[in-house]
């Protein structure tokens, strides 16, 4: 598709369950982020890739989230033993981030993120 | 380190009135600014981008920001509010040495008829 695309849009778990949630980036974008979106809290940044590796992981608020990248494209965002604090929106944006000018020259391009609710 | 500040969570203005959103950044290196405006259910969606050049830039819907080196403020307007407007706005900094987005607060923008 022609933007990014998150999967799913809507996910309600028991608390003490793993979920992973999915990003699709725009096509050609190397630079693949993480936010989370809390009531009261605004856009949190979670997590940095570019390409395969994540340079920036000082985001991540507990050991119990990780996520990875395959291929250059598809991110999944994993957390373990799920709290209620966990619930919020999580937001993928994609971006031509590279080295150099480029990368801070280019804006982020959002999906329509993940709600998670853990019951 | 850079961070954003966005004066007022909430902002209401009446259909047709000037819309003024506030932003104030910090950065140790000349900044690339941009605003975000969030519909609801929605992801983000890009307004406007300052890099470099001129300083006041036009975005998307009639919506326009100035940035203000000396006040380090990035400030967005529209000289008529519609009721489409309706939103959250967000501010957002990117300084050079790095690929992270620091968002501010975020100001939630009503519009009455």
């Known amino acids: 598709g022609a933007g990014v695309s998150q999967s799913p849009s809507n996910k309600v778990t028991e608390k003490g369950k793993d979920v992973e949630l999915r990003c699709d980036p725009i096509?050609?974008?190397?630079?693949l982020y993480w936010y989370r979106q809390s009531l009261g809290q605004g856009l949190e940044f979670l997590i940095y890739?570019?390409?395969?590796?994540?340079?920036?992981k000082s985001g991540l608020p507990s050991d119990r989230f990780s996520a990875e990248r395959t291929g250059g494209s598809v991110s999944t965002l994993t957390i373990q033993r799920t709290q209620q604090e966990d619930s919020a929106v999580y937001l993928c944006?994609?971006?031509?981030?590279?080295?150099?000018?480029?990368?801070?020259?280019?804006?982020?391009?959002f999906g329509n993120g993940t709600r998670l609710t853990v019951t | 380190a850079q961070s954003v500040t966005q004066l007022g969570s909430h902002v209401s203005v009446s259909e047709g009135a000037l819309v003024l959103l506030r932003c104030n950044y910090s950065s140790s290196v000349p900044p690339y600014l941009f605003w975000y405006v969030q519909y609801p259910n929605q992801g983000l969606q890009l307004l406007l981008k300052y890099t470099t050049g001129a300083t006041l830039v036009k975005g998307i819907n009639g919506f326009e920001a100035e940035f203000k080196k000396s006040e380090t403020s990035f400030h967005l307007t529209k000289p008529s509010a519609h009721m489409s407007d309706a939103a959250e706005y967000f501010c957002a900094v990117k300084d050079g040495a790095g690929n992270m987005l620091t968002f501010g607060g975020g100001t939630r923008l009503m519009v009455k008829p």
């Open positions: 890739f570019q390409g395969n590796s994540a340079p920036d």
């Open positions: 096509s050609g974008h190397t630079a």
């Open positions: 944006a994609s971006s031509l981030g590279d080295r150099g000018w480029r990368s801070y020259n280019s804006p982020l391009h």
